[in-house]
């Protein structure tokens, strides 16, 4: 009865300190976290001056505040484009590109998602995972294909990085600019060196 006692007690106590961790906020020194994961299929090697452009506009699923939204939408877009650029690819007009780009920005998902988000995100399976529940990270995707891959669920690379959002510390926006370059660069990195 004695170790039954002792089992139980170590059992309740390390329930309850696991609960304790698990309830603190995130501190400070962990925003500069970023997670990266991607994957591209085989024999997928750009050439510098390779052709791409837009699909679609950001896609933004998710409960963001209005401001990053907009923030978002102006400044990854361009972001995105001006890197890929600075990699050798060349932005034209949709209707003769080799390469489609697209791209979502997902934050908390407490809220349905409407059609058109469900859409392009289903054009090339940009997601691990959107159900309804929360995340402590907000994560940007991007993909790359080609016209006649869009819709087929296996784009040439795709890469998703995933960074806490700090929202609530109220930071600038050169600051929150900063993160976001850092993001898109983590991202960016996975990309197959150009020929």
Same mark, same amino acid.
């Given at each position: 009865?004695?170790?039954?006692?002792?089992?139980?007690?170590?059992?309740?106590?390390?329930?309850?300190?696991?609960?304790?961790?698990?309830?603190?906020?995130?501190?400070?020194?962990?925003?500069?976290?970023?997670?990266?994961?991607?994957?591209?299929?085989?024999?997928?090697?750009?050439?510098?001056?390779?052709?791409?452009?837009?699909?679609?506009?950001?896609?933004?699923?998710?409960?963001?505040?209005?401001?990053?939204? %907009?923030?978002?939408?102006?400044?990854?877009?361009?972001?995105?484009?001006?890197?890929?650029?600075?990699?050798?690819?060349?932005?034209?007009?949709?209707?003769?590109?080799?390469?489609?780009?697209?791209?979502?920005?997902?934050?908390?998902?407490?809220?349905?998602?409407? %059609?058109?988000?469900?859409?392009?995100?289903?054009?090339?399976?940009?997601?691990?995972?959107?159900?309804?529940?929360?995340?402590?990270?907000?994560?940007?995707?991007?993909?790359?294909?080609?016209?006649?891959?869009?819709?087929?669920?296996?784009?040439?690379?795709?890469?998703?990085?995933?960074?806490?959002?700090?929202?609530?510390?109220?930071?600038?926006?050169?600051?929150?600019?900063?993160?976001?370059?850092?993001?898109?660069?983590?991202?960016?990195?996975?990309?197959?060196?150009?020929?």
């Amino acid at each position: 009865m004695n170790t039954i006692f002792k089992v139980t007690m170590i059992t309740i106590i390390s329930a309850f300190l696991l609960t304790g961790c698990l309830s603190q906020s995130l501190p400070e020194e962990r925003l500069p976290e970023y997670s990266v994961i991607s994957v591209q299929l085989p024999g997928f090697k750009p050439q510098r001056g390779d052709t791409v452009s837009w699909l679609n506009d950001l896609v933004i699923a998710g409960d963001l505040s209005a401001e990053i939204e %907009d923030l978002a939408t102006v400044e990854i877009t361009a972001r995105v484009q001006q890197s890929l650029s600075d990699k050798g690819f060349t932005f034209i007009a949709p209707a003769n590109s080799r390469y489609v780009l697209l791209a979502a920005l997902i934050g908390n998902m407490s809220d349905e998602l409407l %059609d058109e988000q469900k859409q392009l995100l289903d054009l090339a399976r940009m997601y691990p995972m959107l159900g309804g529940g929360a995340y402590e990270r907000d994560m940007l995707i991007l993909a790359l294909t080609t016209p006649e891959k869009v819709g087929d669920g296996n784009p040439l690379w795709k890469a998703a990085v995933e960074v806490y959002s700090a929202d609530e510390l109220n930071l600038s926006k050169a600051a929150k600019l900063e993160r976001l370059d850092a993001a898109i660069s983590q991202l960016l990195s996975t990309l197959p060196d150009m020929i």
